[in-house]
C-alpha cells in the first residue's frame, strides 16, 4: 500500500454558515415545535421519552419504558481528573432506581448522569421586575414567586447593552421603565437557534379562535418588535396620543441571548372580555395572574410556565382555549468545514489489495526460511476487462475499482476511511481526483 501525501492546496477549511427555521406554536397549555405531532411508541409513551415540544438531545432512550426496560445513562468514574458533569441524579426518584440501587451508586467510586436530556423554550411572566436597585432589600423588589426576580436583574446590564441598537432595550427611558413594567419574557435555549438568532427573522403571531389578532416582527432589525399587522383601537392606551397599534413596539429581542421580551400592553380584540386570561388561585398554580385580554404581555401563555388549564373553572377554560400563539424564527449555526483533494493521477494507485485480484491457484510464497521471505514475483494479475465479444477475453489492461479512502495521520494512523457511494473503475491512463468534506 502506498501512501500520497496532501499539498498545502489540496487541503481548505472553510465556515459553513445556515440560518435554520424554527417554529414554535402554542395552544391549550401545549408547545408544539416544528409542527411535529406526539408520537407515541409501541410501549405507550412518547417515542422520544420528552414531552410534546421538547428537543432530545442525541435521541437517546427510544421507545423505552422506565423501570421495563431501563434508560441508558452516562457515566466517570471518580479520579484526579476532575471530570464531572455538568447535570447529575439528585435522587433515587430521577432514574428510576431502588434506595439500594440508590446507595449503592452514590458510594461507589462511579459518577452517573441521565438521559434524555432535553430543552424546550419558557415562558416567564415577572409582574414585578425591579422596585429597588439593590438585590439585597427583601423588602422591595419582590418577583411574582415570593422572592427577587434574578432573571431579570441579571439582564439590565444587556438590556443597557444594547440601547445604541434601540432606546426600548433600556431599562429607563421615555418609552418606560422596565423596573415598574410587567415583563412577559420567551426564554429560547441555544439548542434551537446555535450562536445567534437571525435578525429580521423574528415573528409572533396572537390568534383569537383562529383569527390573527396581532402580529409582530423585527422589520428594522435591531431588536424592536413592531406590530404590523391588527386594526383594534386602543382607546385606553395612549402613547403620544396615537391609539392605533400598528407600528407599535411591543419589545425586543435579545438575539445572542435567545430571550424575547414583551411589555405591550394594549389590547389586541375590543370585544374580548377580561376572561381571555383567568384568574389562577394558590391551589391551581402561580397566584400572580388575573383576569385579563388579549394583550402581547399574555403572549405565549400556557408554554411551559406554570399555568394548569385541567384546573381552571369550565367557563374560564373555554375562554383559554379560544386562543393560540405562533413564533417562528431563524437561527445561524456556523460549522467549520475541511474540504480534502485526494488525486489518484495517471499511473498511479492502479494495484488492489483484494485476493480476488490476483488469480486463482498459484503460489504466492516463492521462498521462505527462518530469515528470508520471498513473494512469488511472477503471479498473474485477474484480467477482468469487459469484452464486447462472446467467449473472447480483451487485452489486458491494469485497473482497479476504487471503493474507499483511507486517511492517515503525520504517524500513519488510521484516523477515518470515505467510502464511495458506488466503486470507480480507475483505469492506467486516467485521473482522478476525489472531494472529501469533513464537518468539525
Not at 437517546?60 to 476532575?82: E, H, M, Q, T
Not at 441598537?165 to 427611558?173: D, E, I, N, T
Request: glycine content about 8%.
Amino acid at each position: 500500500m502506498s501512501f500520497k501525501k496532501f499539498e498545502p492546496k489540496d487541503i481548505l477549511l472553510n465556515t459553513m454558515k445556515a440560518h435554520p427555521s424554527c417554529e414554535f406554536f402554542i395552544y391549550n397549555g401545549n408547545v408544539y415545535y416544528n409542527n411535529t405531532p406526539q408520537l407515541l411508541g409501541s410501549n405507550g409513551g412518547q417515542v422520544l421519552n420528552v414531552p410534546p415540544g421538547y428537543l432530545s438531545l442525541y435521541e437517546y432512550n427510544i421507545d423505552r419504558v422506565l423501570n421495563v426496560n431501563n434508560f441508558i445513562y452516562p457515566f466517570i468514574r471518580k479520579d484526579s481528573a476532575r471530570a464531572s458533569f455538568k447535570t447529575i441524579i439528585a435522587s433515587s426518584s430521577e432514574g428510576g432506581w431502588t434506595p439500594n440501587e440508590w446507595e449503592s451508586a452514590v458510594n461507589s467510586e462511579v459518577l452517573y448522569g441521565e438521559y434524555p436530556l432535553s430543552a424546550s423554550i419558557t415562558r416567564k411572566y415577572i409582574t414585578k421586575p425591579s422596585s429597588s436597585a439593590d438585590p439585597s432589600d427583601a423588602s422591595a423588589a419582590w418577583g411574582p414567586e415570593g422572592e427577587y426576580n434574578k432573571q431579570f436583574v441579571a439582564l439590565k446590564n444587556r438590556l443597557d447593552f444594547y440601547g445604541n441598537r434601540s432606546k426600548h432595550y433600556l431599562v429607563s427611558s421615555s418609552f418606560g421603565n422596565k423596573n415598574t413594567q410587567t415583563l412577559n419574557t420567551i426564554n429560547i435555549p441555544s439548542i434551537f437557534y446555535g450562536s445567534q438568532i437571525q435578525p429580521g427573522s423574528v415573528c409572533l403571531k396572537f390568534y383569537w379562535t383562529g383569527s390573527l389578532a396581532g402580529e409582530l416582527r423585527d422589520v428594522k432589525q435591531n431588536g424592536e418588535l413592531i406590530q404590523v399587522s391588527g386594526t383594534h383601537q386602543d382607546t385606553a392606551f395612549s402613547h403620544d396620543n396615537n391609539s392605533d397599534p400598528l407600528g407599535r413596539v411591543a419589545g425586543v429581542v435579545l438575539y445572542d441571548e435567545g430571550i424575547i421580551m414583551l411589555t405591550g400592553s394594549w389590547k389586541l380584540d375590543g370585544d374580548v372580555a377580561n376572561t381571555f386570561l383567568p384568574a389562577i388561585s394558590a391551589s391551581s398554580g402561580p397566584t400572580w395572574y388575573s383576569a385579563d385580554s388579549p394583550r402581547w404581555i399574555n403572549f405565549g401563555a400556557g408554554g411551559n410556565d406554570q399555568i394548569q388549564v385541567n384546573n381552571m373553572p369550565g367557563s374560564d377554560e373555554a375562554q383559554f382555549v379560544k386562543t393560540s400563539f405562533n413564533m417562528s424564527f431563524r437561527g445561524t449555526t456556523e460549522t467549520q468545514v475541511m474540504t480534502m483533494f485526494a488525486h489518484a493521477k495517471r499511473g498511479e494507485v492502479n494495484y488492489s489489495n483484494n485476493p480476488t485480484y490476483i488469480q486463482y491457484g498459484q503460489d504466492q510464497v516463492n521462498f521462505t526460511s527462518s530469515h528470508v521471505y520471498e513473494e512469488n514475483n511472477e503471479r498473474m494479475l485477474v484480467n477482468f476487462v469487459s469484452s464486447s465479444y462472446t467467449n473472447y477475453s480483451a487485452s489486458f489492461k491494469r485497473q482497479v475499482y476504487v471503493s474507499r479512502v483511507a486517511l492517515y495521520d503525520e504517524h500513519k494512523n488510521l484516523i477515518g476511511v470515505a467510502t464511495l457511494a458506488n466503486p470507480v473503475l480507475k483505469e492506467e491512463d486516467q485521473d482522478y481526483t476525489f472531494k472529501l468534506k469533513l464537518d468539525i
